[in-house]
Protein backbone atom coordinates (compact mmCIF):
# COMPACT_ATOMS: atom_id res chain seq x y z
CA UNK A 1 0.00 0.00 0.00
CA UNK A 2 2.89 2.60 0.70
CA UNK A 3 4.40 1.54 -1.78
CA UNK A 4 2.38 2.08 -4.15
CA UNK A 5 1.55 5.76 -2.11
CA UNK A 6 5.09 6.83 -2.36
CA UNK A 7 4.79 6.22 -6.55
CA UNK A 8 1.95 8.06 -6.09
CA UNK A 9 3.34 11.18 -4.20
CA UNK A 10 6.61 10.96 -6.86
CA UNK A 11 3.97 11.00 -10.02
CA UNK A 12 1.57 14.13 -7.96
CA UNK A 13 4.79 16.12 -7.56
CA UNK A 14 5.85 15.15 -11.65
CA UNK A 15 2.33 15.91 -12.51
CA UNK A 16 2.55 19.99 -10.73
CA UNK A 17 5.95 20.22 -12.44
CA UNK A 18 4.77 19.80 -16.29
CA UNK A 19 2.80 22.86 -15.80
CA UNK A 20 3.08 25.34 -13.15
CA UNK A 21 7.27 26.36 -12.99
CA UNK A 22 6.37 27.19 -16.57
CA UNK A 23 3.34 29.72 -15.84
CA UNK A 24 5.60 31.35 -13.16
CA UNK A 25 8.36 31.90 -15.01
CA UNK A 26 6.01 33.72 -17.85
CA UNK A 27 4.44 35.52 -15.40
CA UNK A 28 7.99 37.14 -14.56
CA UNK A 29 9.05 36.99 -17.30
CA UNK A 30 6.46 38.94 -18.79
CA UNK A 31 6.07 36.52 -21.81
CA UNK A 32 4.00 34.17 -23.02
CA UNK A 33 5.75 32.35 -25.79
CA UNK A 34 6.68 27.99 -25.75
CA UNK A 35 8.22 26.59 -28.71
CA UNK A 36 6.55 24.61 -30.38
CA UNK A 37 8.49 21.53 -29.51
CA UNK A 38 8.48 22.45 -26.01
CA UNK A 39 4.51 22.43 -26.14
CA UNK A 40 4.79 19.19 -27.48
CA UNK A 41 7.08 17.77 -24.49
CA UNK A 42 5.24 19.75 -22.38
CA UNK A 43 2.00 17.98 -23.58
CA UNK A 44 3.15 14.71 -23.57
CA UNK A 45 4.63 15.02 -19.79
CA UNK A 46 1.16 16.27 -18.59
CA UNK A 47 -0.59 13.17 -20.23
CA UNK A 48 2.26 10.88 -18.77
CA UNK A 49 1.30 11.93 -15.02
CA UNK A 50 -2.28 12.46 -15.81
CA UNK A 51 -2.50 8.92 -17.00
CA UNK A 52 -0.17 7.32 -14.34
CA UNK A 53 -2.41 9.27 -11.24
CA UNK A 54 -5.02 7.54 -12.93
CA UNK A 55 -3.44 3.96 -13.28
CA UNK A 56 -1.96 4.23 -9.94
CA UNK A 57 -5.27 4.97 -8.13
CA UNK A 58 -6.69 1.80 -9.83
CA UNK A 59 -3.92 -0.01 -8.51
CA UNK A 60 -4.33 0.98 -4.91
CA UNK A 61 -7.53 -0.35 -4.98
CA UNK A 62 -6.84 -3.53 -6.35
CA UNK A 63 -4.47 -3.41 -3.51
CA UNK A 64 -7.28 -2.75 -1.07
CA UNK A 65 -9.46 -5.40 -2.50
CA UNK A 66 -6.75 -8.07 -2.07
CA UNK A 67 -5.97 -6.82 1.74
CA UNK A 68 -9.80 -6.69 2.50
CA UNK A 69 -11.17 -9.38 0.59
CA UNK A 70 -7.97 -12.46 0.71
CA UNK A 71 -6.22 -11.36 3.67
CA UNK A 72 -4.49 -14.82 4.28
CA UNK A 73 -2.92 -14.39 0.84
CA UNK A 74 -2.42 -10.47 0.56
CA UNK A 75 1.34 -11.46 1.02
CA UNK A 76 1.78 -13.99 -1.40
CA UNK A 77 -0.85 -11.92 -4.22
CA UNK A 78 0.59 -8.60 -3.73
CA UNK A 79 4.97 -10.01 -3.69
CA UNK A 80 7.52 -7.32 -4.75
CA UNK A 81 7.87 -8.43 -8.25
CA UNK A 82 4.38 -8.24 -8.85
CA UNK A 83 3.87 -4.39 -7.30
CA UNK A 84 6.76 -3.05 -9.24
CA UNK A 85 5.46 -5.15 -12.47
CA UNK A 86 1.64 -3.16 -11.82
CA UNK A 87 3.90 -0.01 -11.24
CA UNK A 88 5.65 -0.57 -14.87
CA UNK A 89 2.79 -1.68 -16.55
CA UNK A 90 0.86 2.00 -15.11
CA UNK A 91 3.98 3.49 -16.84
CA UNK A 92 3.90 1.62 -19.76
CA UNK A 93 -0.19 2.15 -20.51
CA UNK A 94 0.33 6.11 -20.11
CA UNK A 95 3.12 6.45 -22.30
CA UNK A 96 1.44 4.48 -25.05
CA UNK A 97 -1.31 7.19 -24.16
CA UNK A 98 0.80 10.37 -24.34
CA UNK A 99 2.55 9.35 -27.54
CA UNK A 100 -1.00 8.34 -29.26
CA UNK A 101 -2.04 11.54 -28.45
CA UNK A 102 1.66 13.37 -29.59
CA UNK A 103 1.69 11.58 -32.81
CA UNK A 104 -2.03 12.69 -33.43
CA UNK A 105 -1.21 16.31 -32.88
CA UNK A 106 2.33 15.94 -34.65
CA UNK A 107 -0.19 15.04 -38.32
CA UNK A 108 -1.37 18.30 -37.98
CA UNK A 109 0.54 19.72 -40.60
CA UNK A 110 -1.10 23.14 -39.95
CA UNK A 111 -2.54 25.72 -37.51
CA UNK A 112 -5.19 28.62 -38.32
CA UNK A 113 -4.26 30.45 -35.23
CA UNK A 114 -1.20 30.23 -32.52
CA UNK A 115 -2.96 31.14 -28.99
CA UNK A 116 -3.72 28.21 -26.76
CA UNK A 117 -6.29 29.51 -23.94
CA UNK A 118 -4.99 27.93 -21.35
CA UNK A 119 -1.89 28.07 -18.90
CA UNK A 120 -0.45 25.02 -20.73
CA UNK A 121 -0.46 22.93 -24.09
CA UNK A 122 -3.83 21.34 -23.63
CA UNK A 123 -3.93 18.32 -26.42
CA UNK A 124 -7.68 19.16 -27.16
CA UNK A 125 -6.68 23.27 -27.37
CA UNK A 126 -4.21 22.30 -30.06
CA UNK A 127 -6.90 20.06 -32.21
CA UNK A 128 -8.63 23.22 -31.97
CA UNK A 129 -6.17 25.39 -33.23
CA UNK A 130 -5.70 22.46 -36.17
CA UNK A 131 -6.73 24.10 -40.19
CA UNK A 132 -9.37 21.60 -40.46
CA UNK A 133 -11.52 22.70 -37.26
CA UNK A 134 -13.93 26.02 -37.61
CA UNK A 135 -14.19 26.13 -33.97
CA UNK A 136 -14.03 29.60 -32.56
CA UNK A 137 -11.05 29.98 -30.33
CA UNK A 138 -10.86 31.87 -26.68
CA UNK A 139 -8.31 34.65 -25.83
CA UNK A 140 -5.01 33.51 -25.08
CA UNK A 141 -2.56 33.36 -22.20
CA UNK A 142 0.45 31.52 -24.58
CA UNK A 143 1.46 32.03 -28.01
CA UNK A 144 2.36 29.46 -29.93
CA UNK A 145 6.08 30.57 -32.33
CA UNK A 146 4.53 29.59 -35.89
CA UNK A 147 7.91 29.51 -37.18
CA UNK A 148 8.47 25.79 -36.18
CA UNK A 149 5.45 24.47 -38.64
CA UNK A 150 7.02 21.80 -40.90
CA UNK A 151 7.29 22.33 -44.67
CA UNK A 152 7.73 18.48 -44.71
CA UNK A 153 4.80 16.27 -44.25
CA UNK A 154 6.85 13.01 -45.59
CA UNK A 155 9.61 11.53 -46.35
CA UNK A 156 11.11 8.89 -48.79
CA UNK A 157 12.75 5.27 -47.51
CA UNK A 158 15.23 4.77 -50.85
CA UNK A 159 15.69 1.14 -49.02
CA UNK A 160 18.12 -1.92 -50.30
CA UNK A 161 17.91 -1.95 -53.73
CA UNK A 162 15.71 0.02 -56.77
CA UNK A 163 15.86 -3.11 -58.91
CA UNK A 164 12.40 -4.18 -59.52
CA UNK A 165 13.51 -7.79 -60.26
CA UNK A 166 15.12 -8.24 -57.01
CA UNK A 167 12.39 -6.83 -54.93
CA UNK A 168 10.88 -10.30 -54.55
CA UNK A 169 13.65 -12.06 -53.19
CA UNK A 170 14.05 -9.29 -50.18
CA UNK A 171 10.38 -9.17 -49.52
CA UNK A 172 10.92 -13.68 -49.04
CA UNK A 173 14.48 -13.03 -47.32
CA UNK A 174 13.04 -10.27 -44.80
CA UNK A 175 10.05 -12.15 -44.17
CA UNK A 176 11.46 -15.43 -43.31
CA UNK A 177 14.11 -13.61 -41.12
CA UNK A 178 11.30 -11.65 -39.38
CA UNK A 179 9.02 -14.41 -38.60
CA UNK A 180 12.21 -16.36 -37.62
CA UNK A 181 13.23 -13.76 -35.44
CA UNK A 182 9.36 -13.22 -33.92
CA UNK A 183 9.10 -17.37 -33.35
CA UNK A 184 12.54 -18.27 -31.87
CA UNK A 185 12.63 -15.12 -29.22
CA UNK A 186 8.87 -15.73 -28.38
CA UNK A 187 9.79 -19.68 -28.22
CA UNK A 188 12.46 -18.49 -25.34
CA UNK A 189 9.74 -16.50 -23.75
CA UNK A 190 7.48 -19.11 -23.34
CA UNK A 191 10.14 -21.82 -22.33
CA UNK A 192 11.09 -19.17 -19.59
CA UNK A 193 7.70 -18.45 -18.18
CA UNK A 194 6.94 -22.06 -18.31
CA UNK A 195 9.43 -23.93 -16.31
CA UNK A 196 9.61 -23.41 -13.22
CA UNK A 197 13.46 -24.34 -13.25
CA UNK A 198 14.05 -21.15 -14.63
CA UNK A 199 11.83 -18.28 -12.75
CA UNK A 200 15.35 -16.86 -12.12
CA UNK A 201 17.30 -13.57 -12.33
CA UNK A 202 19.67 -14.65 -15.54
CA UNK A 203 16.34 -16.11 -17.17
CA UNK A 204 14.06 -13.39 -16.06
CA UNK A 205 16.35 -11.04 -18.08
CA UNK A 206 16.85 -13.68 -20.88
CA UNK A 207 13.10 -12.85 -21.55
CA UNK A 208 13.02 -9.91 -21.60
CA UNK A 209 16.05 -9.75 -23.87
CA UNK A 210 13.72 -11.55 -26.17
CA UNK A 211 10.64 -9.40 -25.92
CA UNK A 212 12.90 -6.65 -26.98
CA UNK A 213 14.33 -8.07 -29.72
CA UNK A 214 11.01 -8.60 -31.38
CA UNK A 215 9.98 -5.00 -30.38
CA UNK A 216 13.49 -3.95 -31.63
CA UNK A 217 13.24 -5.77 -35.45
CA UNK A 218 9.37 -5.19 -35.42
CA UNK A 219 10.29 -1.20 -35.84
CA UNK A 220 11.79 -1.62 -38.88
CA UNK A 221 10.79 -4.98 -40.87
CA UNK A 222 7.67 -4.86 -41.59
CA UNK A 223 7.35 -1.32 -42.63
CA UNK A 224 10.16 -2.02 -44.87
CA UNK A 225 8.04 -5.68 -45.89
CA UNK A 226 4.87 -3.07 -46.75
CA UNK A 227 6.82 -0.76 -48.65
CA UNK A 228 8.29 -3.08 -50.65
CA UNK A 229 4.61 -4.98 -51.30
CA UNK A 230 3.31 -1.70 -52.04
CA UNK A 231 5.85 -0.35 -54.39
CA UNK A 232 5.55 2.58 -52.34
CA UNK A 233 8.54 4.59 -50.07
CA UNK A 234 6.72 6.97 -48.48
CA UNK A 235 6.52 7.68 -44.91
CA UNK A 236 5.08 10.26 -42.75
CA UNK A 237 6.66 12.91 -40.74
CA UNK A 238 5.03 11.64 -37.70
CA UNK A 239 5.66 8.10 -38.78
CA UNK A 240 8.82 8.79 -39.13
CA UNK A 241 9.46 10.36 -35.94
CA UNK A 242 7.38 7.54 -34.26
CA UNK A 243 9.96 4.80 -35.83
CA UNK A 244 13.31 6.71 -34.77
CA UNK A 245 11.72 6.99 -31.12
CA UNK A 246 10.57 3.26 -30.98
CA UNK A 247 13.75 2.13 -32.78
CA UNK A 248 16.49 3.89 -30.32
CA UNK A 249 13.99 2.85 -27.47
CA UNK A 250 14.27 -0.62 -27.60
CA UNK A 251 18.22 -0.09 -29.04
CA UNK A 252 18.75 1.58 -26.19
CA UNK A 253 17.13 -1.51 -23.91
CA UNK A 254 19.51 -4.00 -25.51
CA UNK A 255 22.62 -2.50 -24.72
CA UNK A 256 20.86 -1.40 -21.17
CA UNK A 257 19.70 -5.22 -20.84
CA UNK A 258 23.33 -6.49 -21.60
CA UNK A 259 24.70 -4.93 -18.90
CA UNK A 260 22.29 -5.24 -16.43
CA UNK A 261 22.70 -9.54 -17.40
CA UNK A 262 26.46 -8.89 -17.34
CA UNK A 263 25.80 -6.97 -13.46
CA UNK A 264 23.97 -11.15 -13.05
CA UNK A 265 26.72 -12.96 -14.33
CA UNK A 266 28.89 -10.58 -11.78
CA UNK A 267 27.00 -11.28 -8.76
CA UNK A 268 26.42 -15.22 -9.27
CA UNK A 269 30.41 -15.79 -10.08
CA UNK A 270 31.46 -13.49 -7.80
CA UNK A 271 29.02 -13.81 -4.80
CA UNK A 272 27.63 -16.78 -5.09
CA UNK A 273 26.44 -17.19 -1.18
CA UNK A 274 24.61 -13.70 -1.27
CA UNK A 275 23.31 -14.08 -5.32
CA UNK A 276 19.62 -14.77 -3.99
CA UNK A 277 19.74 -11.53 -1.46
CA UNK A 278 21.25 -9.30 -4.25
CA UNK A 279 18.98 -10.26 -7.11
CA UNK A 280 16.03 -10.34 -5.56
CA UNK A 281 12.67 -10.21 -7.81
CA UNK A 282 12.16 -6.38 -6.64
CA UNK A 283 15.72 -5.54 -7.53
CA UNK A 284 15.20 -7.26 -10.76
CA UNK A 285 12.19 -5.31 -11.46
CA UNK A 286 13.88 -2.19 -10.64
CA UNK A 287 17.14 -3.20 -12.66
CA UNK A 288 13.92 -3.42 -16.47
CA UNK A 289 12.67 -0.32 -15.18
CA UNK A 290 16.11 1.82 -15.46
CA UNK A 291 16.84 0.28 -18.04
CA UNK A 292 13.10 1.35 -19.87
CA UNK A 293 13.53 4.68 -18.30
CA UNK A 294 17.22 5.53 -19.42
CA UNK A 295 16.30 4.46 -22.89
CA UNK A 296 13.77 6.36 -22.63
CA UNK A 297 15.51 9.22 -21.73
CA UNK A 298 18.09 8.54 -24.68
CA UNK A 299 14.93 8.41 -27.19
CA UNK A 300 13.45 11.64 -26.44
CA UNK A 301 16.77 13.68 -26.54
CA UNK A 302 17.02 12.46 -30.01
CA UNK A 303 13.02 13.23 -30.85
CA UNK A 304 13.82 16.94 -29.25
CA UNK A 305 17.22 17.05 -31.61
CA UNK A 306 15.18 16.67 -34.95
CA UNK A 307 11.90 18.21 -34.11
CA UNK A 308 14.32 21.23 -33.62
CA UNK A 309 15.08 20.85 -37.44
CA UNK A 310 12.70 23.73 -39.27
CA UNK A 311 13.40 22.81 -42.67
CA UNK A 312 14.95 19.90 -45.25
CA UNK A 313 16.88 20.35 -48.23
CA UNK A 314 15.94 16.61 -49.35
CA UNK A 315 13.01 14.07 -48.51
CA UNK A 316 15.22 10.64 -49.53
CA UNK A 317 16.10 8.76 -46.74
CA UNK A 318 19.32 6.60 -47.60
CA UNK A 319 17.68 3.77 -45.50
CA UNK A 320 15.31 1.41 -45.26
CA UNK A 321 14.34 3.33 -41.52
CA UNK A 322 14.11 6.51 -40.22
CA UNK A 323 17.61 7.22 -38.84
CA UNK A 324 18.38 10.04 -36.61
CA UNK A 325 21.79 10.77 -38.46
CA UNK A 326 20.47 10.73 -41.87
CA UNK A 327 17.61 12.97 -40.99
CA UNK A 328 20.14 15.58 -39.43
CA UNK A 329 22.04 15.57 -42.75
CA UNK A 330 18.95 16.50 -44.49
CA UNK A 331 18.48 19.70 -42.61
CA UNK A 332 18.37 23.00 -44.34
CA UNK A 333 20.09 24.69 -41.39
CA UNK A 334 23.23 24.23 -39.43
CA UNK A 335 23.69 20.89 -37.59
CA UNK A 336 26.81 21.08 -36.09
CA UNK A 337 25.79 21.47 -32.87
CA UNK A 338 22.91 19.15 -33.18
CA UNK A 339 25.64 16.52 -34.32
CA UNK A 340 27.59 17.50 -31.84
CA UNK A 341 24.80 16.68 -29.04
CA UNK A 342 22.95 13.50 -30.65
CA UNK A 343 26.40 11.68 -30.94
CA UNK A 344 27.54 12.84 -27.48
CA UNK A 345 24.25 11.84 -25.99
CA UNK A 346 25.05 8.92 -28.34
CA UNK A 347 28.68 7.95 -26.39
CA UNK A 348 27.43 8.41 -23.01
CA UNK A 349 24.03 6.36 -23.30
CA UNK A 350 26.43 3.57 -25.05
CA UNK A 351 29.59 3.94 -22.89
CA UNK A 352 27.62 3.38 -20.02
CA UNK A 353 26.10 0.22 -20.43
CA UNK A 354 30.04 -0.68 -21.88
CA UNK A 355 31.78 0.45 -19.01
CA UNK A 356 29.18 -1.84 -16.90
CA UNK A 357 29.83 -4.79 -19.02
CA UNK A 358 34.03 -4.28 -18.71
CA UNK A 359 33.64 -3.87 -15.37
CA UNK A 360 31.66 -7.12 -14.66
CA UNK A 361 33.81 -9.27 -17.21
CA UNK A 362 36.68 -7.73 -15.67
CA UNK A 363 35.87 -9.42 -11.93
CA UNK A 364 34.69 -12.35 -13.24
CA UNK A 365 37.96 -13.09 -14.77
CA UNK A 366 39.49 -12.26 -11.84
CA UNK A 367 37.48 -14.55 -9.66
CA UNK A 368 37.74 -17.31 -12.35
CA UNK A 369 41.42 -17.13 -12.91
CA UNK A 370 41.64 -17.38 -8.70
CA UNK A 371 39.84 -20.94 -9.10
CA UNK A 372 42.00 -23.86 -8.39
CA UNK A 373 41.25 -26.58 -10.72
CA UNK A 374 40.73 -26.52 -14.61
CA UNK A 375 37.14 -27.73 -14.84
CA UNK A 376 35.68 -25.41 -12.19
CA UNK A 377 37.02 -22.22 -14.27
CA UNK A 378 35.29 -23.77 -17.21
CA UNK A 379 31.99 -24.54 -15.25
CA UNK A 380 32.20 -20.61 -13.83
CA UNK A 381 32.86 -18.99 -17.72
CA UNK A 382 30.30 -21.36 -19.54
CA UNK A 383 27.55 -19.52 -17.82
CA UNK A 384 28.96 -16.15 -19.21
CA UNK A 385 29.73 -18.05 -22.92
CA UNK A 386 25.75 -17.17 -24.74
CA UNK A 387 25.90 -13.44 -22.81
CA UNK A 388 29.50 -12.85 -24.32
CA UNK A 389 28.71 -14.25 -27.47
CA UNK A 390 25.61 -12.00 -28.26
CA UNK A 391 27.35 -8.98 -26.47
CA UNK A 392 30.37 -9.85 -29.18
CA UNK A 393 27.54 -9.99 -32.16
CA UNK A 394 25.41 -6.82 -31.13
CA UNK A 395 28.34 -4.05 -30.34
CA UNK A 396 30.37 -5.38 -32.80
CA UNK A 397 28.21 -5.12 -35.39
CA UNK A 398 27.27 -1.76 -34.14
CA UNK A 399 30.79 -0.74 -34.42
CA UNK A 400 30.99 -2.08 -37.77
CA UNK A 401 28.20 -0.03 -39.22
CA UNK A 402 29.47 3.27 -37.46
CA UNK A 403 33.24 2.55 -39.43
CA UNK A 404 31.92 1.52 -42.10
CA UNK A 405 29.54 4.97 -42.31
CA UNK A 406 33.10 7.13 -41.60
CA UNK A 407 35.13 5.28 -43.98
CA UNK A 408 32.83 4.60 -46.95
CA UNK A 409 30.83 7.18 -48.99
CA UNK A 410 28.62 4.66 -50.68
CA UNK A 411 25.12 5.37 -48.93
CA UNK A 412 24.24 1.28 -50.00
CA UNK A 413 27.07 0.19 -48.29
CA UNK A 414 25.46 2.09 -45.05
CA UNK A 415 22.04 -0.06 -45.53
CA UNK A 416 23.49 -3.17 -45.96
CA UNK A 417 25.73 -2.27 -42.56
CA UNK A 418 22.44 -1.32 -40.74
CA UNK A 419 20.81 -4.85 -41.91
CA UNK A 420 23.47 -6.36 -40.35
CA UNK A 421 22.79 -5.33 -36.35
CA UNK A 422 19.11 -4.31 -36.98
CA UNK A 423 17.81 -7.49 -38.16
CA UNK A 424 20.32 -10.16 -38.21
CA UNK A 425 21.73 -9.84 -34.15
CA UNK A 426 18.31 -10.15 -32.85
CA UNK A 427 17.94 -13.25 -35.37
CA UNK A 428 21.19 -15.05 -33.89
CA UNK A 429 20.25 -14.48 -30.11
CA UNK A 430 17.88 -17.26 -29.28
CA UNK A 431 20.22 -19.25 -31.18
CA UNK A 432 23.28 -18.71 -29.32
CA UNK A 433 21.12 -19.38 -26.13
CA UNK A 434 19.56 -22.28 -27.22
CA UNK A 435 22.28 -24.11 -28.39
CA UNK A 436 24.80 -22.89 -25.96
CA UNK A 437 22.41 -23.29 -23.08
CA UNK A 438 21.29 -26.76 -21.66
CA UNK A 439 18.16 -25.45 -19.65
CA UNK A 440 16.75 -23.54 -22.23
CA UNK A 441 17.23 -26.49 -24.81
CA UNK A 442 15.64 -28.71 -21.99
CA UNK A 443 12.64 -26.01 -21.43
CA UNK A 444 11.96 -25.20 -25.50
CA UNK A 445 11.88 -29.62 -26.13
CA UNK A 446 9.53 -29.45 -22.90
CA UNK A 447 7.34 -26.94 -24.42
CA UNK A 448 7.52 -28.22 -27.84
CA UNK A 449 5.99 -31.77 -26.84
CA UNK A 450 3.63 -30.13 -24.74
CA UNK A 451 2.31 -28.01 -27.92
CA UNK A 452 2.28 -30.88 -29.90
CA UNK A 453 0.63 -33.51 -27.55
CA UNK A 454 -2.60 -30.91 -27.01
Known amino acids: MYFFLSNLSSVDIGFISTTVPKMIVDIQSHNRVISCEGCLTQMSIFILFACMDSMLLTVMAYDRF ?60 LLNLACSDTFTNNIVSYTIEPQHLRNVSEFFLMGLSDDPELQPFLFGLFLSMYLVTVLGNLLIILAVSSDPHLHTPMYFFLSNLSFVDIGFISTTVPKMMVNIQSHSRVISYAGCLTQMSIFILFGGMDCMLLSVMAYDRFVAICHPLHYQVIMNPCTCCKLISVSFFVSLLNSQVHNLIVLQLTCFKDVEISNFFCDPSLLLDLACSDTVTNNIVMYFVGTIFGFLPLSGIFFSYYKILSSILRIPSTGGKYKAFSTCGSHLAVVCLFYGTSLGVYLISAISQSPRKDVTASVVYTVVTPMLNPFIYSLRNRDIKRAVWKLLRKISSS
Open 66 to 125: VAICHPLHYMVIMNPRLCCSLVLLSFCVSLLDSQVHNVIVLQLTCFKDVEISSFFCDPSQ
